[in-house]
C-alpha cells in the first residue's frame, strides 16, 4: 500500500489551496471520500473522519442558508474531528467562515478548478485513491497485455519470458511490467497489474541489454496498467509430459486470495511461445463467452455416431 498525501491530490487534480498550505503532508488511509449530511445536524455516530470530506453545491447552499452563529456551530463540530483535508466543488464566493475555520483547526481546504459534477470528481477521486491504497504485492515476472486481456508471465529465470514479451510487443500488443510485477487488490475479484515505477517502458532482454520499448516502438507499446485475467506459466520442455488432451480442467493461481485462471506453456527452440500465448487468450475469451471447442467437437463425434446407429 503506497503512501498518499494531500499534496498528492493537489498535484493529481490540479486542486487550489484555501487554506491549511502548511499541512498537505497529512496522509489518506481511506479508499474513499464522503459527503458529510447527517453530520451537519449533530449525527456523527458513523462519521468517517479519516476521509477526505467533499463539500458539493447542495452542502455549500444548505450551510449557506444557516444563520452567521448555527453556520458556525456545525462546521465547528465537523472540523473538530480534523479529517485529512476538506475538498469543495461548488464556487469559492463566500467560502470565508469555512477558510477560518480551517485555518483555526490547520486542516487542508481545497477547490476543484476543473469544470466537471461532483458526482464526476468523487468518482474520479474514488478510483484513483483506491488503486493507490490497495492492498499489494511485487512478484517475479512479466505483465502484458494481449488483445486488451492482462497476461502475467511467471517462470524460472532464463525461461524467455522477456523474450516472449519482445515477440508481443513486436505484434502489436503491450508491455505493462517487466521482472518485477506489482500486483494491486482492487476487489475480491480484480487484481490489477502494473510496474513500480523504476521499470517503467523498460524490458531486459538477454545478449541485448535494456530496451526503452516506448522509445523504439512508439507510445502503443506501452500501457501503466491492466487487469489480470490469465496467469500463464513459462516452463522447458519435458518430452513426456505435454498436454495433448481435448481440454481439461482449469487451474487456478491465487493472489491476494484473488483465484485467477492458469494455465502452463512448455517452451523450446522453434515453438511459437507467443503464438501460443495469443491462442490461449483468444480461446479464453470464447470460453468467457460461452463456447467450447472440445464440447463443439464432442457434439460432433457423437451426432455423428448416433447418424451411424440410425443406419
Known amino acids: 500500500m503506497e503512501k498518499i498525501t494531500v499534496k498528492d491530490l493537489v498535484n493529481k487534480f490540479s486542486l487550489k489551496v484555501l487554506a491549511g498550505e502548511n499541512h498537505l503532508q497529512n496522509t489518506i488511509t481511506q479508499p474513499r471520500v464522503h459527503r458529510p449530511g447527517l453530520e451537519f445536524v449533530g449525527y456523527f455516530d458513523f462519521f468517517p473522519i479519516e476521509r477526505v470530506q467533499i463539500l458539493g453545491q447542495k452542502e455549500v447552499t444548505y450551510l ?131 510496474h513500480d515505477e523504476k521499470t517503467r517502458e523498460f524490458l531486459a532482454l538477454r545478449s541485448i541489454g535494456l530496451l526503452n520499448v516506448v522509445r523504439l516502438y512508439g507510445r502503443k507499446a506501452f500501457q501503466d496498467e491492466t487487469r489480470i485475467a490469465l496467469d500463464i506459466k513459462l516452463s522447458k520442455w519435458e518430452k513426456d509430459d505435454l498436454n495433448n488432451e481435448l481440454d481439461h480442467d482449469l487451474q487456478y493461481t491465487e493472489y491476494m486470495g484473488v483465484r485467477i485462471p492458469s494455465i502452463e506453456i512448455q517452451v523450446q527452440p522453434g515453438r511459437d511461445v507467443a503464438g501460443l500465448i495469443e491462442a490461449a487468450v483468444h480461446n479464453w475469451i470464447l470460453k468467457m463467452q460461452g463456447y467450447s471447442a472440445a464440447e463443439e467437437f464432442m457434439s460432433r463425434i457423437e451426432l455423428d455416431v448416433s447418424d451411424g446407429n440410425a443406419e
Open 64 to 194: 449557506h442558508k444557516l444563520s452567521k452563529e448555527e453556520r458556525k456551530m456545525r462546521i465547528g463540530n465537523i472540523v473538530n474531528y480534523h479529517p485529512p483535508c476538506f475538498i469543495v466543488t461548488a464556487d469559492e464566493d463566500e467560502l470565508t467562515y469555512l477558510k477560518q475555520h480551517c485555518i483555526e483547526e490547520e486542516i487542508p481546504l481545497l477547490i476543484t478548478q476543473k469544470e466537471e459534477s461532483t458526482s464526476e470528481f468523487i468518482a474520479n477521486l474514488d478510483g484513483y485513491l483506491s488503486k493507490m491504497l490497495a492492498p499489494q504485492i511485487s512478484i517475479h515476472g512479466v505483465c502484458v497485455n494481449v488483445s486488451g486481456i492482462g497476461i502475467l508471465l511467471r517462470g524460472n529465470s532464463g525461461v524467455g519470458k522477456s523474450e516472449t514479451a519482445h515477440t508481443l510487443i513486436g505484434r502489436g500488443h503491450r508491455l505493462v511490467a517487466d521482472d518485477i510485477v506489482v500486483l494491486k487488490k482492487i476487489s475480491p475479484q480484480t487484481l490489477l497489474g502494473t
